[in-house]
């Protein structure tokens, strides 16, 4: 079955380079990449691919050691010496890098683990039942796509990746709903990772030098949106990307990555490489949170790189006010200014600033210029 439409789509390519019947015959194949790979092709077709100036370069790549900051977690309850030391670690993360490692947790690592092989298995089942999940509709609340901003004119070439969405709170699908692949363990990590989320945003708050309860007051763990991304091993990767360069659109980003890597952060405008590190969970702003600390804190641009090797997994969280359309305006927290310190964003619905985000795409700029001051 994938064979043929994939063989359909390829044979519409060869004909003539139409872009838009190329990403049409893609997604109507409902396969992925991933089927591209199962079809056996051993070269990147061209809506993958990027324009020359657009492609990662290893000389952009920071070679020298930087340490990208791993935060321990532990005791952070117990000591208040500790706790204090933690929270200056998170706020000097967020306000130089924007992203951090956490190790210790709470998450215990079977779970980690599962999660992992759970995303794995349901991009590898068959592709029958795959594509009953397969839409375009982003009010559903199990999403299984490959570029949400496929036929976006301004990104430069579709990304060599397919992904899962499921919408887990506050009102999460009900169990049914949900793939038979990872039913179980989405439902689990999602109460861990909820409460690693609530954790997170406590020491922000108090890095900011807020009540600890005051990004969760404002609903910034209201919602939770579990991404799950499958990176096929790619033929060509110096032609292709495996995510374009982008922030993300919400306040923060609990991450889990297998061993292979791939993620990198613009720090310092170089590229750092991102290390897997086995139990650590990655941590970045949002330009949500950004946007709220008027600055303080950094939501800042990151990039996967497609490889020849793979698959790789990885899980991302993404912690917002859900998806209700809310009236609520979400500007700089009047707390943290002043007059040396003015407002840098006009405020915005956290609806209006997701749609402006999905409509732009990853096209490698920041959804936060357009709500500059």
């Known amino acids: 079955m994938v064979v043929s439409s994939t063989d359909n789509f390829q044979a519409t390519v060869q004909k003539s380079y139409d872009k838009m019947s190329e990403l049409k015959a893609f997604d109507d194949t409902k396969a992925g990449v991933k089927g591209l790979i199962d079809a056996g092709i051993t070269e990147v077709p061209n809506m993958f691919i990027l324009p020359p100036k657009n492609r990662p370069d290893s000389s952009e790549t920071c070679e020298t050691q930087c340490i990208f900051p791993v935060i321990d977690l532990e005791g952070i309850d117990e000591d208040p010496t500790k706790h204090k030391e933690i929270v200056d670690k998170v706020r000097d993360a967020s306000e130089t890098w924007g992203f951090f490692q956490v190790i210790n947790h709470g998450i215990p690592l079977p779970v980690l683990e599962e999660m992992l092989q ?3 298995r349901f991009f590898e089942q068959d592709i029958e039942v795959k594509k009953q999940y397969y839409t375009r509709d982003s009010t559903k609340k199990v999403i299984h796509t490959s570029n949400f901003d496929l036929y976006s004119p301004s990104v430069p070439a579709a990304n060599w990746r397919d992904s899962l969405f499921c919408l887990m709170a506050p009102t999460p699908p009900s169990p049914e709903e949900l793939p038979t692949a990872n039913r179980e363990i989405l439902q689990d990590y999602s109460k861990h990772v909820m409460k690693l989320g609530c954790s997170l945003l406590e020491l922000l708050s108090e890095g900011l030098g807020l009540d600890r309860c005051h990004l969760k007051d404002m609903d910034c763990a209201e919602g939770l949106g579990i991404l799950g991304h499958y990176y096929p091993a790619c033929p060509q990767p110096e032609l292709t990307i495996g995510t374009n360069k982008h922030s993300d659109n919400d306040f923060i980003t609990v991450l889990l990555q297998d061993h292979i890597g791939g993620l990198q952060v613009l720090h310092q405008n170089q590229w750092v490489n991102v290390p897997p590190t086995p139990g650590a969970l990655v941590v970045n702003i949002g ?21 020849k090797v793979g698959p790789r997994i990885s899980v991302a969280c993404f912690f917002y006010t859900g998806p209700r359309p809310s009236s609520r305006l979400y500007g700089p927290i009047p707390e943290l200014l002043s007059e040396d310190n003015l407002p840098k964003y006009r405020a915005t619905t956290v609806k209006d600033y997701t749609d402006y985000f999905r409509q732009k795409g990853l096209d490698g700029t920041s959804a936060l210029l357009h709500y500059k001051i």
């Open 118 to 120: 759970g995303t794995r």
């Open 287 to 307: 330009d949500l949170l950004q946007l709220i600390s008027n600055d303080k804190y950094i939501s800042v641009e990151h990039r996967v790189l497609a490889n």
